[in-house]
């Protein structure tokens, strides 16, 4: 049976591990003793384990961010030289210079997922989260994303009411929160069909704060929906659609770092509806 003394010597044992200055000082054959050694052995270990995993992050993003500038140069070379080829090319010719193009252009968007997948999943990339307007956020999302919607005749509406653009606030780190709505948004051009409508709204909880995006394209099944945010996941239905499948898992990644969620709605054949949250105080 322990004695208090030795309760408190536990606890001081303890608070001492947790705050990183435990260092062995009873030297004799007790119990005590013993379990000060161990104690102390385990955290060696643990101090050591977690140098490594460091190193070994530090290793990672070095080597992804070396490959990036590596293949970034050809990359741009090759997309460069088959536009030029594509304004002399002969009409047989054309198909093939497209192909290099696009070919190119998706390698060179992989790379540039691979290396925010790295950095987000290494934790090398630290979020600078303040209080910012989610309007805002939901505004320049959309902007970035009004070619691709052009281009398929497809009208993004914005349901909010103006006025509440300076109200509605999260403590977000504003570059990032924009491309997770920005994602989303991608996402749901890509599988909308034209001539449809893309409504963006916001939403306001006592702790959380939140932008909703809804389309009207071709709905994920209840068994697929939770696979959409996993990593490079892509559903056969959605085979030939343009996309490499980090999209979604990206805006996972960036919500849930920044103490946010994201939900989905969905319904095969009749559009989805995501929401991403982020907390309106830290």
């Not at 790379?111 to 307007?133: C, W, Y």
Request: overall charge negative; proline content about 1%.
């Amino acid at each position: 049976m322990l004695r208090r003394s030795e309760y408190k010597l536990l606890n001081q044992m303890l608070d001492e591990a947790i705050s990183g200055e435990f260092e062995e000082y009873k030297f004799d054959e007790s119990e005590l003793s013993k379990l000060q050694t161990k104690l102390y052995q385990y955290l060696n270990q643990q101090t050591i384990a977690a140098e490594k995993v460091s190193e070994e992050k530090s290793r990672i993003e070095e080597l992804v961010t070396n490959i990036s500038h590596q293949v970034k140069t050809p990359l741009t070379n090759i997309m460069m030289y088959s536009e030029l080829l594509e304004e002399s090319a002969r009409d047989d010719q054309q198909e093939y210079v497209s192909q290099i193009y696009n070919q190119s252009r998706k390698l060179n968007e992989l790379m540039q997922a691979l290396v925010k997948v790295s950095r987000l999943e290494t934790g090398i990339f630290v979020f600078e989260q303040r209080t910012d307007s989610l309007a805002e956020v939901a505004e320049e999302a959309i902007r970035g994303n009004i070619s691709k919607a052009t281009g398929k005749h497809i009208v993004i509406r914005k349901m909010w009411d103006a006025s509440d653009d300076s109200t509605i606030l999260a403590c977000i780190d504003k570059k990032w929160a924009i491309e997770a709505a920005s994602n989303i948004i991608d996402n749901a051009i890509k599988y909308s069909p034209e001539n449809s409508e893309i409504e963006v709204d916001m939403l306001e909880h006592e702790m959380f704060a939140g932008i909703k995006i809804t389309d009207h394209g071709i709905g994920i099944s209840e068994h697929e929906s939770p696979k959409v945010f996993s990593r490079f996941y892509r559903s056969s239905s959605v085979h030939d659609e343009k996309g490499i499948g980090v999209g979604l898992f990206l805006a996972r990644q960036i919500v849930e770092e920044q103490g946010g969620y994201i939900r989905l709605k969905s319904e095969l054949g009749k559009g989805s509806c995501f929401e991403i949250y982020f907390p309106k105080r830290m």
